[in-house]
């Protein structure tokens, strides 16, 4: 079965550090998508990024990056020099053909960056 | 501009009472989606529409029910509310093409808080 794993409940970093959230996911197909989701305090989902299983190029936008390992299951977003309005709960997800492309869910990462 | 809104942010009810929460959309997308999400846990998909096909998730209590009465508007109806459906319940919309469900992005409003009292 599909499973998603968000080990971190809660990170705290202080301003410009970076941090990495890690995401650690389970799948038997070979084709599928992963996803980073952030919910700020004001409750919306945004939409950061969505990967398929036949692209591991790594990805930066900005201060954002994602690096996607098949080998090991795993695709981190680490933010660099990280700033108080990254404060959010972040959270991984996969979709796959056994879920008919519903998104399974990670627990999220709460991030809270300190001034 | 906000692409996906929910009304209103926050909704009280009573135990029992029926309640509906809306939700709109300017993107002309063709899927929306309901989502239930309780407190520091992950979003819930209780129902989607492709178009104008409705599609329940297996384990949604009969309690939830969805309306779309056009492309841009989608209706959540809790028809006997009861204090375990106090949660944060989000919509979210996505252009999908084909019979999967792509999740090619899926746009989320900032979600109605329901409180039943």
């Known amino acids: 079965a599909q499973k998603v794993t968000q080990a971190q409940t809660e990170i705290s970093v202080v301003e410009k550090e970076d941090v990495t959230l890690d995401c650690v996911y389970e799948?038997?197909?070979?084709?599928?998508?992963l996803f980073w989701y952030k919910q700020p305090p004001s409750g919306e989902l945004v939409f950061l990024i969505r990967?398929?299983?036949?692209d591991e190029q790594n990805e930066i936008s900005g201060r954002y990056s994602w690096n996607f390992q098949k080998s090991t299951s795993s695709f981190n977003f680490t933010i660099t020099a990280s700033q108080v309005v990254d404060s959010a709960v972040y959270f991984c997800?996969?979709?796959?053909?056994?879920?008919?492309?519903?998104?399974?869910w990670g627990a999220g990462t709460k991030l809270i960056i300190k001034p | 501009d906000a692409m996906v809104i929910q009304n209103p942010r926050y909704q009280v009810t009573q135990f029992g009472k029926p309640v509906t929460l809306s939700c709109s959309q300017t993107l002309n997308h063709n899927v929306m989606y309901w989502y239930q999400q309780k407190s520091s846990q992950a979003p819930k998909l209780l129902f989607h529409y492709y178009d104008k096909d409705f599609n329940n998730e297996a384990d949604t209590p009969d309690n939830f029910q969805s309306r779309r009465p056009n492309t841009s508007f989608c209706f959540l109806d809790i028809r006997s509310p009861g204090l375990g459906d106090a949660a944060m319940y989000l919509c979210?919309?996505?252009?999908?093409?084909?019979?999967?469900?792509?999740?090619?992005?899926?746009?989320f409003g900032q979600g109605t808080r329901l409180t039943v009292v």
């Open positions: 799948t038997r197909d070979t084709t599928y998508y």
């Open positions: 990967r398929n299983s036949f």
């Open positions: 979210a919309t996505s252009r999908e093409v084909g019979t999967n469900l792509l999740n090619t992005e899926a746009f």
């Open positions: 997800a996969l979709s796959d053909v056994d879920s008919n492309y519903q998104l399974i």
